[in-house]
DNA sequence: TTGTTTTATTTCGGCGTCCAAAAAAATGTT
DNA sequence: AACATTTTTTTGGACGCCGAAATAAAACAA
C-alpha cells in the first residue's frame, strides 16, 4: 500500500492483468481473458482494443483457425496474442567460460544466438562492459533487428550483482571486483539494461513455465561448477536490498571447514561444486585454492563414473557433498520453511550418490514440524533456464514499466501540447 | 498483480492510505493528509467525512487547539484522529510462566491489562483454548467493554504457530503439540482470533515504531528464555507459507552439538538461550535434556557477574554462545542480506561477554562484500514491544480488513434489499 | 434456403471516484 | 472594515468499470 489509487492504476492494473493472463496462458480469446482477470467483456473489449491500437497485441490471422476440440456453435472466438513485433529484448547469459546471447521478441520467441568463448577471468574490468556491448550490436546485426527496437538487455552472472549499480560485485569468474556492465551498454547502445544473478533468473523461468507450483514460496538450487541459489518469496522473486541475490552457495556449513573460491573456509559451495568435488576426490589438501578455470565436463563424468564403481575417494567426496547441502538446506528451512526446493543443474546427476547423505543431514538438522512441509525436488538440467528466465523477466518488466503505462496517443497528444 | 481495479478497488486503497498516514503520524489536519497520500484536497474532504460518518475517524474537538508553533494567519487546522470507540482489540502474551492480556481501544492505547500466572506446560491441550477465552473474559468485565466492541484477538506464542489453522504447532511452553487456541476464543466469545509468533509480533512493532529505520528486509533476534526470530521483508512481516514463523533459534550450528529443547542437536538455542548458557556453565552434559521450567531471573544476573568476575566457565559459555550466534548471522546474510539485524530480548544484557565471538564468527563465516551492508543493532529489552505489535497487527488487519471496505450505509442498504 | 439457437463481441447509458478550479470559511494584519 | 492568507468545501468534468441490450457469426433444423 504505498500508491494512490485514481483511474491511471486502474488503467495500469487492468492493462497488466491482461498482459499477464497472456503471458501466462498464452494466445487466447477475449472471453478467456474475462475468465482469467475477473473484469466484464465490455472492459475486456476496450482495454484489448486499446492495446492492440498501442501495437502491442494482435487479433491472430483467421487463417489458422483453433479447430481444436469439437466445433461448437455460436460466433467463433478470435484468438488474441502479444505483437511479436510489439518490443524486443536481449539475454545474456555471462559464465566462466563465455557469453552466450539471445534476441526474442515480444512473445518471447527466441529470434537468434550467439556464442562467444571469451574467458572472462582475467578481462580488464574495464572493458568488459564494452564487450558485451560489442557482442550485442554483433547479435542484432545478424538478426539484422536496429537496437532502437529493442526495449530492454538482462545479464545473467555468477555471483552476486548490484542491479542498482548496474555492477557485478563479485564474481567467481572474475579476479576483478566492482565490474560495471549496465553503463557501456546503456551509453552505447542506449537500451535499458539490468544485471541479475544466474540462479534468480531461473527462478523467474520456473515461475514463468509453472506459477502454480513454483508461485508461492520456494528455493532454487543450483549445482555444478559453483552453487547458487535463487528465493521465491510469495511468488516473487527475492532481490535483496541492493538487488543482491541470496548467497547459498557461500553459506558457512562447517567453521575452518575447506577453502571456497570466495576466500572463506567452509561454504557450502566448497564442498558441493565441481571443483570441490574434484579437490576431495583426488586427495588435495582442503586447504588447496581452488583452480579458476572452467572444470572439463568429462572430468566430472569419470568422477561420477568411479564413485559408481565404489571407489572409496569418490564416494567420500559425495557424500561430504550431500551432508553439506543437506545441513545446508536444513537451515535454509529453518529461516524460511519454503514450501518447495528445487536441486537443479548438472550437479544433480549425481544425485543418487549424494542424497541418502542429504536425508540424513537433514533429519539431524532441522525439527520434523518444519520439515515435514517441504517438497524436495530435483531437475536436471537448467542451462537454458538461465536464457528463458532472463528474457521472461525483461518482457515482464517492459509490461509493467511500458506497455501496462497507456494510450500512445494520449502521451503524444501531451507532448504536442508542450511544443 | 493479483486483484482487478475497480472504483471499489480505488474506494478501499485510498481510504486505507490515508488510514495508514494516520497511524503511523497520528492525527493531523486534511492539508496534511493530502501530503502524505498524494490525492487532492477534494478527494480527502470527501474521504475524510465518509470515515467520520462511518464512526472510523474523529475531528478533535476545538477545545485543546494545536497552539503550537507561531499562530499563523488563514483558517486553522481541524485535527483528525482516529475514533477510540471504532473498535477495541485484545492483545495476549503467552509464555512459560503465563498469560499477559491487553485491551485496547481504536488508536492503540491500552484500556486495561490482566497478567495471571498459569503454568501451561503440562496444561490439557484441549482446555487451553477455553483457559484463553476465560482470561479474555475476565479482562473486558474488568474494563467493562462488551465483547461485542472487540473486534479481533492476537495471540502471541513462543514456537511455531500455525495461523492458518489457529494452533500452536510446536512451542517450548507446552509439552503437547498442535493446541487448539483461535477455535475456542472464535466459538465462546465470536471474536476473530489469530496466533502468531513473539518475535514477529517485535517485528511488527518495530516496524510500528519507525517505519524509515525497520521497514526493508530486517531481522530480529530475541534471546532470553529461548531465541526467536521475525524476519522483515520488503517491508513486511514475513509469516511462511502456513503462517509459520522463521526459526532462526531451530537453526543447526554445529552436527551432533549440544542438544536442544526441540529435540535436534546443536541448534543456535542450544548455545545461546538461557537454558543453553547455564548448562555449559555449571559443566552439565551437552547432552542433558534442557529443564522445561521458566529460569529464575536471578539465575541469569548471577551467571552474568560471575562471567564478569572472570570465572572461566562462565566466560566460555558466552565466548560458545557468542560463536554461535555469530555464525547463525552469518549464515542469515548469505541467505537473505538484510540491511539490518537486531538483537533484542534480554539475553542482551550479556552483549559484551558475547559480542568479540560474535564479530570474530561473522568475519569467518561470510564474505565481506555481503557483510559490509548490515547494520547489526542491539535494542535490551523487548517485553511489551510483543503486547504492542500484537496490538498493532490487529488493528491494521481491522483498518485493511473491515474500515477499508466502505460506506456502512450502502452495506446496510445492501441487506435491505434482501429482506 | 431460411429461420432458430448459441456463443462472442460491441455499444450504450449509468455509476463511482478522482481532480482542478472556484467558492466559502475562518482567522490574522493593516 | 477591508485585505491577505490558509484551510476546507462545492461544483462540474473526466475516466474507467459495469450491466443490459444490440449486433455478429457461426451451427443446426426444417
Same mark, same amino acid.
Given at each position: 500500500m504505498r500508491e494512490k489509487a485514481d483511474s491511471d492504476l486502474v488503467r495500469r492494473q487492468n492493462r497488466l492483468l491482461l498482459m499477464e493472463a497472456l503471458r501466462q496462458h498464452g494466445a487466447m480469446a477475449r472471453v478467456d481473458m474475462g475468465r482469467h482477470t475477473g473484469l466484464s467483456p465490455a472492459s475486456i473489449t476496450t482495454i484489448s482494443s486499446q492495446l492492440i491500437t498501442d501495437g502491442i497485441l494482435e487479433e491472430a490471422s483467421a487463417t489458422h483457425a483453433p479447430a481444436e476440440g469439437p466445433q461448437r456453435r455460436g460466433r467463433p472466438t478470435t484468438q488474441i496474442d502479444f505483437n511479436p513485433k510489439s518490443a524486443n529484448v536481449v539475454a545474456v547469459k555471462v559464465s566462466i567460460d563465455g557469453l552466450e546471447l539471445a534476441l526474442a521478441d515480444g512473445r518471447g520467441a527466441i529470434l537468434a544466438r550467439r556464442t562467444s568463448r571469451t $574467458? $572472462?577471468?582475467?578481462?580488464?574490468p574495464a572493458v568488459f562492459g564494452k564487450l558485451v556491448a560489442d557482442e550485442i550490436t554483433a547479435l542484432l546485426a545478424k538478426a539484422r533487428v536496429p537496437s532502437s527496437r529493442v526495449a530492454r538487455v538482462g545479464i545473467a552472472v555468477q555471483g552476486v550483482a548490484d542491479s542498482q549499480a548496474g555492477t557485478l560485485v563479485w564474481s567467481p569468474a572474475f579476479r576483478g571486483r566492482n565490474i560495471s556492465v549496465s553503463a557501456a551498454i546503456e551509453d552505447r547502445l542506449g537500451i535499458p539494461c539490468r544485471v541479475a544473478n544466474d540462479a534468480n533468473m531461473i527462478a523467474e523461468g520456473l515461475i514463468g513455465s509453472d506459477r502454480e507450483r513454483y508461485g508461492g514460496t520456494a528455493a532454487v538450487i543450483f549445482m555444478g561448477y559453483g552453487v547458487g541459489m535463487g528465493l521465491i518469496i510469495n511468488g516473487r522473486v527475492y532481490h535483496g536490498p541492493t538487488g543482491a541475490a541470496a548467497e547459498f552457495g557461500h553459506m558457512n556449513h562447517l567453521p575452518d571447514g575447506p577453502l571456497c573460491r570466495c576466500g572463506r573456509r567452509g561454504c557450502v559451495e566448497a564442498y558441493v561444486a565441481d571443483y570441490s568435488l574434484l579437490r576431495w576426490a583426488s586427495g588435495q589438501a582442503m586447504t588447496q585454492a581452488p583452480s579458476s578455470n572452467a572444470i572439463p565436463h568429462e572430468d566430472m563424468l569419470a568422477l561420477e563414473a568411479a564413485a559408481h564403481r565404489g571407489e572409496e575417494a569418490a564416494v567420500s567426496a559425495y557424500a561430504k557433498a550431500g551432508e553439506a547441502l543437506g545441513f545446508g538446506l536444513a537451515r535454509l528451512i529453518a529461516i524460511l520453511t519454503p514450501s518447495r526446493i528445487v536441486l537443479a543443474g548438472p550437479g544433480t546427476r549425481a544425485m543418487a550418490l549424494i542424497r541418502p547423505h542429504l536425508d540424513r543431514a537433514l533429519e539431524a538438522g532441522v525439527v520434523d514440524e518444519l520439515r515435514r512441509n517441504v517438497e524436495i525436488e530435483v531437475v536436471p538440467i537448467a542451462t537454458d533456464m538461465i536464457i528463458k528466465g532472463t528474457i521472461d523477466r525483461a518482457l515482464r518488466h517492459v509490461d509493467r514499466e511500458i506497455f501496462a503505462l497507456g494510450p500512445l496517443a494520449k502521451r503524444v497528444r501531451e507532448l504536442e501540447d508542450i511544443s
Open positions: $574467458t $572472462t577471468y582475467d578481462a580488464d
